[in-house]
């Protein structure tokens, strides 16, 4: 079946440094791939995403390229702010069958000023 | 202002209670989900519903269950059966016209069994 593996946290940064967090994903056939954010207590918000190969999706200043040769969809940040700090959560959606999400198990952010 | 709701945001109940969370969407979509969170982990799919007067168990309905009487409203009522209840409960929806289509999500209800 379809899984997400992500970094675990928490990652800890000061203001303006640079952001990697890493996704790797197992699947069959195409699918889809999403960078979510949930910030304390509220539901999950579409960061970005990307429907095929070598796609780059981009948000916010935050970027993440599908690469299906080494099945990756890494999150980067050139520059984070302490409003980054968040749980980041990657996921993909196969392209068949029942179209729901799989997750990664969250990474949280931490950025200190 | 389209968009999906959830309520109520936060929900106590009893052991041995069942309790109905409410979601509703006017974003016009086709595709409802529940979610289930526990901390530190990622979502876990509960049910599925890709039309009204469908719906499909997801990998951990035990314990739950739903309907899908209208478009906009997919109700999740977690029975007396579910063992560990305890968690943050989060609706999504998608359009359902294209596969690349986006999925939306609602803020959540976080509920605790006492």
């Known amino acids: 079946g379809n899984s997400v593996t992500q970094m675990e946290g928490p990652v800890t940064l000061s203001e303006e440094a640079f952001l990697t967090i890493n996704c790797t994903y197992t699947a069959t056939g195409y699918p889809s791939l999403f960078w979510y954010v949930q910030y304390p207590g509220e539901g999950l918000q579409l960061l970005l995403k990307?429907?095929?190969?070598?796609d780059k999706g981009s948000n916010k200043g935050f970027e993440a390229t599908y690469r299906k040769e080494t099945t990756s969809f890494h999150l980067e940040k050139g520059s984070v702010q302490v409003s980054d700090s968040a749980v980041y959560f990657c996921?993909?959606?196969?392209?068949?069958?029942?179209?729901?999400?799989?997750f990664g198990s969250g990474t949280r952010l931490q950025v200190q000023p | 202002d389209g968009g999906i709701t959830q309520s109520p945001k936060y929900l106590f109940r009893k052991e041995g209670q069942n309790v109905t969370l409410s979601c509703e969407q006017n974003l016009n979509h086709d595709a409802m989900y529940w979610y289930r969170q526990d901390p530190g982990q990622g979502l876990r799919l509960i049910y599925y519903?890709?039309?009204?007067?469908?719906?499909q168990k997801g990998d951990i309905a035990e314990g739950y269950s739903v309907s899908r009487e209208k478009k906009e409203s997919f109700p999740l009522t977690v029975t007396s059966a579910q063992k560990n209840p305890t968690a943050f409960y989060l609706c999504?929806?998608?359009?359902?016209?294209?596969?690349?289509?986006?999925?939306?999500f609602g803020p959540g209800t976080r509920l605790t069994v006492l």
């Open positions: 519903s890709q039309i009204v007067n469908d719906f």
């Open positions: 999504a929806s998608r359009a359902g016209t294209n596969l690349r289509d986006t999925q939306y």
């Open positions: 996921a993909l959606r196969g392209d068949t069958g029942r179209r729901a999400l799989t």
């Open positions: 990307a429907t095929k190969a070598d």
